[in-house]
């Protein structure tokens, strides 16, 4: 087989099983484009559809985007994912595209906000494959779903892409595990879905009805095992199970 494939393999294993197997420092040339097609034969052979997106911004300000199976996929507060498959949580504002936007190279984010539905607030359960995570590379983690499990989409969100002078709460099984600022890993709560749009893949596409998240307002906050969680962004709140 070629590397790829056995990377296809594992990974697909990995995403059965949950196990943390993978030597990412083995995949430090792995590319982009590479990364793109494992990430493709992945869900593939899994028979997983896609239930949304997740952006991100690569350091050379390329923007990614993998996607989040749909059998992972539900709304607060009536849903559960296994405890032991979870590294940690990330509270986000997502969003739900009314319109396609189109590829562009030179598109500015004027152009993407007429096409945007709804906001929304959730979380996205962490997931990976890697036995260190933090020992991928860009392309590497990108070929892991972006270390994406699963997503919780909570309440429609008013004020936008306004996050400023709002504080995160993460609580887990009663124990508050974050309290912060809200501020984004990308600087706004648009700039990788923009930075995107700017370089789309065919296999998933910026279409009308598409369901988006856009990066973290409190970084990656670490679990410690099963219970109730609760999300909350200022007075908005999310709510899932670890079980």
């Known amino acids: 087989m070629t590397r790829e494939a056995d990377l296809i393999r594992l990974l697909s294993d990995g995403q059965r099983t949950g196990a943390r197997t993978i030597d990412a420092t083995t995949l430090g040339d792995l590319d982009r484009v590479a990364a793109y ?15 949304m997106l997740k952006t991100a911004l690569h350091p050379d300000g390329i923007g990614v985007a993998a996607p989040i199976y749909t059998s992972r996929v539900g709304r607060s507060a009536n849903f559960s994912l296994p ?15 009314a319109d396609a936007i189109p590829n562009n190279p030179k598109i500015e984010e004027a152009e993407v906000i007429p096409a945007i539905d709804h906001f929304f607030t959730g979380i996205e359960v962490v997931g990976t494959r890697y036995a260190d995570r933090k020992a991928a590379s860009p392309a590497a983690g990108l070929a892991d779903n972006m270390s994406a499990f699963g997503y919780v989409i909570g309440p429609r969100y008013s ?4 996050i400023a002078s709002l504080d995160v709460t993460l609580e887990l099984a009663g124990h508050q595990i974050y309290a912060g600022p809200a501020k984004h890993g990308f600087g706004t709560v648009l700039a990788s879905l923009v ?11 910026l279409a009308a009805g598409t369901i988006i998240t856009t990066g973290s307002l409190c970084g990656l906050v670490l ?15 999310v709510e899932l199970d670890l079980v």
């Open 223 to 237: 679990t410690f095992g099963a219970g109730h969680v609760v999300g909350k962004l200022g007075d908005e709140t």
């Open 159 to 162: 004020r936008g892409t306004a």
């Open 195 to 205: 930075a995107y749009a700017r370089a789309q893949q065919l296999g998933m596409p």
């Open 83 to 97: 405890a032991d498959r979870v590294v940690g949580l990330e509270f986000e504002v997502g969003l739900v595209l």
């Open 37 to 51: 097609r494992v990430l493709a034969a992945t869900q593939n052979s899994l028979s997983e559809t896609t239930g």
